[in-house]
């Protein structure tokens, strides 16, 4: 069975996301691992590094940015559903293409549109931290703001395609079939 154009595009664009969620996740367990390392040489023994504590952050930070789309791929993000899950799956892919053509995608444009100058700048001066010992690319990791608006606005223009298909899809099937009244 061929994939429609339609489906090639949200399926390229959900596996991409879905393979750097994979990715990122490891990030998770070592900063779990570096943040115990950490604890243990600054209590156990009176030893600290600026550029240890300050690798937390940029993995943390990296968690959450990059994997943001990952989040709204799977329909895990903050939704106030007090009305949202009782609509019937029509009107929940109404809801949803709403919200990703006047808020996500516009939201996502503005981010990357105002962080680019920030982020070019940060690059021009290879900006590093501003603690002694610190790490020195801070311009990397600002650099997650504009690939997070990127990949959330690529994100965005799947969940319209795939809700904009299940409206088409809900109308054919909203007609009886032949015997159904």
Not at 20 to 44: A, D, H
Not at 89 to 115: C, D, E, H, T, Y
Request: one cysteine or more.
């Amino acid at each position: 069975m061929e994939m429609r154009p339609v489906e090639s595009a949200f399926h390229f664009i959900d596996t991409l996301n879905d393979v750097l969620c994979k990715w990122i996740s490891w990030f998770t367990l070592l900063m779990v691992i570096t943040m115990l390392l950490i604890v243990v040489l600054r209590y156990g023994f009176d030893i600290g590094w600026i550029a240890m504590q300050e690798s937390v952050m940029y993995l943390h930070a990296t968690v959450f940015l990059l994997g943001s789309a990952h989040t709204l791929r799977v329909n895990e993000h903050v939704r106030v559903d007090i009305f949202y899950r009782r609509f019937s799956p029509a009107k929940q892919a109404k809801v949803n293409l709403f919200g990703s053509v006047a808020f996500l995608l516009p939201v996502n444009i503005f981010i990357f549109i105002i962080s680019y100058d920030y982020v070019m700048f940060s690059w021009s001066m290879l900006e590093d931290s501003r603690e002694a010992g610190g790490i020195p690319a801070v311009f990397i990791l600002k650099s997650l703001i504009l690939v997070f608006a990127a990949i959330m606005v690529a994100q965005g223009i799947s969940e319209i395609l795939k809700n904009a298909l299940a409206l088409c899809n809900c109308k054919d099937s909203d007609q009886p079939q032949q015997g159904e009244q």
